[in-house]
């Protein structure tokens, strides 16, 4: 096994002994030994171990160090994990060691980063906001995410350390997870960074093209800043406002991002400067009034643009940051302001954890509840309106997992192997018999965690069972079982229906509702659906429902073939022997006429079998029938009308018309005439028009062919519909 040399040995003590004389100013020599603990065993595990370009892997993690402490202000359990991350897939260290010599903290953060560190990144888009919820799912302290920047932010800087086909990963995480995070934490100056190696990575030429200009104008730059400044420093030591300011041009990326945005060259590109006046021993309750003093001067002097206002010191970020920003005018050219005082500065500089260290100054404020309230803020779709301190809660209610193909799902902690089957689709669900979960077989109550990939496994013989609602969690699983048992109860049912008129007719007895009500009293059940549905499943003694509805004629003195004459009578339609045919001839069935279309003897219709039994009789065009054939095929059944029929069916017309004298007693006689009976009649005048409501009893589609067309011929009615 390769060592480090002696003098290799020397220059890694001289680096970390750099490192902790910084930190000695912000820790305590108790955190000073925990870190040097974790830095001896790294030390120890990746002896000799060299970076792709021949440096010394053990410098990389002390320059990362470096980086939590420095540039974003963070602490000893932060470094520890910086030094100890990895290290498990590198030596023989493990989890349980790390748990037993630096606590459960720092093994959860070991843990975390090997989490995310094994997501297959090939298939997936970084661009997905679940994916960077899936990161926040995978881990329980959020330090796990700072170190992945912090590693990436080295990369960056060294790219000769890091190999092509890593890098490229690393770039899309760099785009699409740090530069979203930095933002939202206000590390703007990482987040320039990144957007800056991005740029010179995916954009050489243009990169190197502002690049140029740049340079070129540099001295024009400095004398046009010179020239904008020297009235503002005047009138600041006049108005006796301690204070310095720094300027610098716009990032080359933030350039090219306004020429995209724009359209427009780099010539036409005016806001690339950036000047910041800070405030200097500015008390905190004349913080504000300081920073609107310095707005006034600025703005008497030059022209602002009042669109470009952004006032954060009234209202902060989330992240802490303030700042008050204008853009003025000065020969031509717009460039933007930033006031701010000297502790906005360092927030600005540092992010929220300088705010949170700020606040820590004067009360019990802690590293950790700034590491919660980052939490919140990276999980926080709403994150620009923010304004809620944060819970210590750390937990997520959802998980995230893969399909085969990468594609990213999100279901609730808990949910298993059926209901991600369900989320995919209905069909895959009803016919799941396992998964392949990370490459072992699991059964369908397996519960999935984040990071899982998962392929379903199917069996044509598979369907849904009730106490699949026992193994899924999630609504949508639910729903989808719940409605193919009901259908397979509607059609069990349909099948039991049939079974049980049969039996009836051979025992020689009419079916009716009253009979049916007698056995769902006798078997406690609630409705006709579930009576036919054990008929279907064979889960009624068919000798025992023999004997009993015989019983019914002997208790109550009544012959069985007499309950044919209690059938329900609706309308003017019950039961008349002959007069329709249902089906194979069963005349024996109860039917009644629905009142929603009155169908008459002569028009086309259609029966539809009730859940308690017995036919509703439809006219074929009626609207409810569309409803029925889409949601009840198997219900519906033939029925004609047998020509020798001659009840009489209630119908409804509309009858529209001039309000003319003597009109509406010749329409009362053309009925008559026509020996048809009305049953209720109502009509309403306004101005000369009248509309008239008329229920008659029509014996057959012949009549009533012959009724319209005398009513539509006479003088004065303008229309004729029948409504029901």
């Not at 309308?571 to 629905?594: F, P, T, W």
Request: hydrophobic share 35%; with cysteine.
């Amino acid at each position: 096994m390769v060592r480090y040399t002696d003098k290799e040995r020397e220059l890694i003590e001289v680096a970390f002994g750099v490192f902790i004389r910084s930190v000695g100013k912000v820790m305590d020599s108790e955190q000073i030994g925990y870190i040097e603990k974790a830095y001896r065993l790294a030390l120890e595990k990746y002896d000799g171990k060299k970076t792709l370009s021949g440096g010394l892997f053990i410098l990389s993690l002390i320059e990362m160090a470096d980086i939590a402490v420095n540039e974003i202000g963070l602490r000893s359990k932060t470094i520890v994990g910086i030094f100890l991350h990895g290290i498990m897939s590198e030596s023989d260290v493990t989890i349980d060691y790390i748990r037993e010599h630096f606590g459960e903290r720092i093994a959860m953060i070991v843990e975390g980063y090997d989490k995310i560190s094994n997501i297959q990144t090939n298939k997936v888009s970084f661009q997905s906001e679940q994916f960077r919820r899936l990161y926040l799912s995978l881990i329980e302290d959020i330090r796990v995410i700072l170190i992945k920047i912090i590693h990436l932010l080295y990369d960056m800087r060294h790219r000769e350390d890091v190999d092509y086909k890593y890098f490229k990963t690393d770039l899309k995480e760099v785009k699409y997870l740090c530069i979203p995070i930095t933002h939202r934490l206000g590390l703007y100056d990482i987040k320039k960074e990144f957007e800056e190696k991005v740029m010179i990575y995916e954009y050489p030429v243009e990169y190197e093209e502002i690049q140029n200009k740049i340079r070129v104008s540099s001295t024009e730059q400095e004398r046009l800043m010179e020239n904008f400044l020297a009235p503002i420093r005047k009138a600041l030591q006049e108005e006796h406002i301690d204070s310095y300011i720094k300027w610098r041009t716009k990032s080359v990326s933030s350039i090219y991002e306004k020429m995209k945005t724009n359209n427009l060259p780099f010539e036409q590109i005016f806001d690339i400067f950036a000047v910041r006046i800070i405030i200097k021993n500015s008390k905190p309750s004349e913080e504000k009034s300081d920073c609107w003093r310095v707005y006034s001067i600025v703005t008497n002097i030059y022209q602002p643009n009042p669109k470009r206002l952004r006032d954060w010191i009234t209202t902060p970020k989330v992240s802490g940051y303030e700042s008050l920003h204008t853009t003025v005018q000065a020969d031509k050219n717009w460039i933007e302001v930033q006031i701010r005082t000297e502790r906005m500065d360092e927030v600005a500089e540092k992010g929220s954890a300088a705010h949170w260290q700020y606040k820590g100054r004067n009360t019990k404020q802690t590293t950790d509840e700034w590491l919660n309230q980052v939490r919140e803020i990276l999980e926080s779709p709403q994150y620009g309106k923010l304004d809620d301190r944060l819970s210590s809660s750390c937990k997520s209610d959802k998980i995230y997992v893969f399909t085969p193909n990468g594609d990213l799902k999100q279901l609730p902690v808990g949910a298993t192997v059926l209901d991600f089957a369900f989320d995919i689709h209905t069909q895959l669900g009803s016919c799941c018999a396992g998964a392949n979960v990370n490459g072992k077989l699991q059964p369908i109550r397996y519960e999935l965690h984040s990071g899982d990939r998962v392929e379903v496994l199917t069996n044509k013989k598979q369907s849904p069972k009730a106490d699949w609602l026992n193994v899924v969690t999630t609504d949508k699983a639910k729903a989808r079982i719940k409605r193919y048992l009901k259908d397979q109860e509607m059609k069990e049912a349909e099948l039991g229906s049939a079974l049980f008129y049969r039996r009836l007719k051979n025992w020689k007895i009419t079916y009716t509702d009253r009979l049916l009500s007698e056995i769902l009293k006798e078997y406690n059940l609630s409705s006709g659906i579930e009576f036919y549905h054990l008929i279907a499943t064979e889960k009624i003694d068919i000798a025992r429902l023999k004997e009993f509805i015989l019983s019914l004629n002997e208790e109550k003195d009544v012959k069985i073939d007499k309950l044919e004459n209690e059938t329900v009578k609706e309308k003017s339609i019950a039961s008349h022997e002959g007069e329709v045919c249902i089906g194979n001839n069963m005349s024996d069935l109860a039917y009644r006429v629905a009142k929603c279309c009155n169908p008459i003897p002569g028009e086309k219709v259609l029966g539809f079998i009730s859940i308690n039994g017995g036919v509703t009789i439809h006219r074929a065009n009626c609207n409810n029938v569309k409803a029925l054939l889409k949601n009840y095929p198997y219900r519906i059944i033939e029925v004609k009308w047998n020509n020798e029929s001659s009840a009489a069916s209630e119908i409804v017309l509309k009858i529209v018309g001039d309000n003319e004298f003597g009109l509406l007693s010749t329409i009362s006689n053309v009925i008559k005439d026509l020996h048809i009976n009305i049953l209720n009649a109502n009509f309403e005048t306004k101005e000369s028009r009248f509309v008239g409501k008329l229920v008659l009893q029509v014996g057959n589609t012949n009549l009533l062919e012959q009724l319209l067309r005398k009513l539509k011929s006479l003088k004065g009615v303008s229309e004729v519909q029948r409504i029901s």
